[in-house]
């Protein structure tokens, strides 16, 4: 069963060509995206519930599997199916970054540098600077608009992108918008730098733990971290000498200073299929499990690996990418 609630679901890929910082009740960092068609990407800066500040988490070296897939895309906005193991975005199931290292950032303070405002615009200033850099606007499509002029960039037909931020887990009032695998964001590729920056934002009345099948929160988890790691996926052999079916492996390794009974506990890969785990953990212990290849896969050209305890909360997650895999026999260390 798959859930779409916000509709239209997709990223937009093209040129930022202009910007206006977000003001206002309930203000929006705004990007002007030109390809054969303009777009306006709308990105939240302010939440509309207290706390209104957002928390936000930027990655300057920003490196996952999904980026394979981003840079085939064609120019302009592609509408995508919100499911595991494609494009789409979902923090928590996709492994996207850790949120334990998100941070509060208010949208305007007097000084240089030092709101959310002013960070949003250095790396999109910096995107327009550089001729072969391309943006990636996850999120919620509106228009075309024909009879309706853009209201900040003019241009015509209104077009743009929004809801650029998580997608699940909201307050009651927002509740008909959750949904996994909807998540919005902003990328930037920096081909002349060799590198990707990822820029993801969650208000702070979300909850980071939501239903598989709703994204609705799970209110008895939300004050407990995406990923409390107290069990951590330490490494992963996905690209064995010889076919890679029966001789893969994950080691994970018990970090607290308690035994952790793994019944019930399971691994799950990019397509979210799972493997059970068992046994007692010591504390300090490793233990390494064999991919059987029937229940859960590493592919070599890249994927996520996702430790779920006996409640089906994530504890742990990684992400690797084909390079990573290259070295046949080598281990991934995480």
């Not at 390494?288 to 229940?295: D, I, K, L, M, R």
């Amino acid at each position: 069963m798959t859930i779409i609630p916000i509709g239209n679901y997709g990223v937009l890929k093209g040129k930022a060509k202009d910007d206006i910082e977000g003001q206002g009740k309930s203000p929006h960092f705004n990007i002007l995206v030109s390809n054969q068609e303009k777009f306006r990407v709308a990105f939240n800066v302010k939440s509309q519930v207290e706390p209104s500040t957002l928390l936000y988490y930027v990655d300057d070296n920003f490196d996952h599997p999904l980026l394979k897939y981003l840079q085939q895309l064609p120019r302009g906005f592609k509408e995508l199916e919100s499911k595991a193991g494609g494009v789409a975005l979902d923090f928590i199931r996709g492994n996207m970054f850790d949120t334990s290292r998100m941070r509060l950032l208010p949208f305007d303070v007097p000084g240089p540098d030092n709101d959310l405002n002013e960070l949003v615009q250095k790396y999109v200033k910096r995107s327009m600077d550089m001729p072969s850099s391309m943006i990636y606007a996850f999120g919620q499509r509106w228009g075309p608009e024909k009879d309706k002029s853009d209201e900040f960039f003019g241009f015509l037909p209104g077009n743009g992108i929004h809801d650029i931020h998580m997608n699940q887990g909201n307050a009651p009032a927002w509740k008909k918008d959750d949904g996994p695998w909807q998540d919005g964001g902003l990328i930037f590729h920096y081909p002349d730098e060799n590198r990707w920056v990822a820029m993801f934002t969650v208000f702070q009345s979300q909850c980071l733990h939501t239903d598989d099948i709703t994204g609705h929160r799970i209110s008895e988890a939300c004050d407990m971290p995406a990923a409390d790691g107290r069990v951590r996926i330490l490494a992963a052999l996905v690209n064995p000498i010889g076919p890679d079916r029966g001789l893969e492996s994950i080691t994970i390794i018990n970090i607290t200073s308690q035994p952790i009974d793994l019944k019930g506990w399971s691994l799950a890969d990019s397509a979210k299929k799972k493997a059970p785990l068992s046994g007692i953990l010591k504390a300090g212990q490793t233990m390494t499990f064999s991919v059987s290849g029937t229940a859960i896969e590493l592919p070599n050209d890249g994927g996520i690996i996702t430790l779920l305890d006996n409640k089906g909360l994530k504890v742990h997650g990684v992400s690797y990418t084909a390079k990573d895999a290259a070295k046949e026999g080598w281990t991934v260390v995480f």
